[in-house]
């Protein structure tokens, strides 16, 4: 990831919803891996308030979550000194894009989408337009900023395919106007599978509390859940990625590669012998310790309004700046009046 310090850094844009905790997979596939990147990356993060209202709200639940959010960014390592930070409805130009680049999607596309057809079953009476057109709000969202790498779990990969597919789309018939990203994922969590169903991924709208670590957890909640994750009656600690009787071994192997930067190889192999009692203990202190740190900088930092305030303005001015280049690009481009 080493860069030439003489050639301008690569920009990366990468965001989480504010509908619902976040949880330990959010951190693991996604926060922990920007954390790494700012150094070596023009970083840009965003809260995706905009995305969250494709499934109801409740409104100063969400306005409270999106400064939760940044909050959290923050306490896990984003330094808003290095990294550009702000809620995406702060800035305007991710609409405007959204809505020319909707005139360059298929419906045909957008029907593919498997969170389209999660998210449409798990909430039928509100299949709205905005859910079905998410993919290419995501698509505005990076190529507002001319991306060169958008990290984010596994689940978002395909939207990240279609987002090339409209850029190559529209530069095949304007020229180069959007550069075309790429999906970025880390080694071990990219995905982390739900405690109390491991086929299924770990996700934040689980009704099942059980099924997911939220980062606000009681410690010995987190704990607790770790300890009942669902495994299997075999008894054997293996990593067998391709067999689905192993998926709740082979996510606490996974979980534990993540928290300490190693692979699910070579923590099966130190856990060999070893009971899942022990191991799960294991699994649980190790997340337990790595929470603790951002729990405790999270308290601290929440409390300051003005200083997340600040952020948000700040980052909000950074944002549109770069984004109104694209966004003026893409006017003329189609063919609208722009001064
Ligand atoms: P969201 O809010 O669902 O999730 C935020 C990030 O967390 C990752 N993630 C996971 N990684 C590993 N295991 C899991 N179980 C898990 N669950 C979630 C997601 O892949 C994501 O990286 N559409 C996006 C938000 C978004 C966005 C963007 C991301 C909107 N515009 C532009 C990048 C670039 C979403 O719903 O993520």
Redesign the pocket.
């Known amino acids: 990831m080493e860069q030439n310090i003489t050639e301008p850094k690569k920009r990366i844009?990468?965001?989480?919803?504010p509908?619902g905790n976040i949880?330990l997979?959010?951190y693991?596939?996604?926060i922990k891996n920007w954390v790494s990147l700012q150094d070596d990356y023009e970083c840009i993060f965003a809260m995706?308030d905009l995305?969250s209202i494709t499934v109801r709200q409740t409104p100063a639940e969400l306005r409270k979550r999106t400064m939760e959010l940044l909050a959290l960014y923050i306490a896990c390592g984003i330094d808003p000194e290095k990294s550009t930070l702000f809620v995406q409805s702060h800035n305007s130009a991710h609409a405007e894009l959204a809505w020319v680049l909707n005139c360059y999607t298929y419906m045909g596309e957008l029907q593919r989408m498997t969170q389209f057809k999660d998210k449409s079953s798990r909430h039928a009476d509100n299949i709205n337009a905005g859910l079905f057109t998410y993919p290419v709000?995501?698509a505005s969202?990076?190529l507002l900023y001319q991306t060169e790498l958008?990290p984010?779990?596994?689940?978002?990969m395909q939207?990240i395919e279609i987002c090339r597919d409209v850029a190559q789309r529209f530069n095949g018939v304007y020229g180069d106007v959007f550069k075309i990203p790429e999906g970025l994922l880390v080694k071990s969590?990219?995905?982390?599978?739900s405690l109390t169903e491991p086929t299924k991924?770990?996700?934040k709208s689980d009704p099942n509390p059980k099924a997911f670590i939220s980062m606000m957890d009681d410690f010995n909640v987190i704990a607790k859940k770790i300890k009942s994750a669902v495994t299997d009656s075999e008894g054997v600690i293996e990593y067998r990625p391709d067999d689905e009787a192993k998926a709740g071994i082979n996510n606490l192997l996974t979980i534990m590669a993540a928290m300490t930067n190693s692979t699910p190889e070579a923590v099966a192999k130190e856990f060999e012998g070893q009971g899942y009692g022990t191991f799960k203990g294991a699994v649980a202190d190790a997340v337990v310790e790595a929470i603790r740190p951002i729990r405790e900088e999270y308290d601290r930092i929440i409390k300051d309004k003005a200083y997340l305030q600040d952020i948000c303005k700040n980052g909000a001015e950074a944002s549109h700046r770069i984004a109104q280049r694209t966004l003026k690009k893409v006017y003329k481009k189609v063919g609208f009046i722009v001064d």
């Open positions: 844009f990468s965001g989480v919803q509908s949880t997979g959010n693991l596939g996604a995706m995305h709000l995501m969202d990076i958008v984010v779990g596994k689940d978002q939207h969590g990219a995905k982390v599978m991924k770990m996700s």
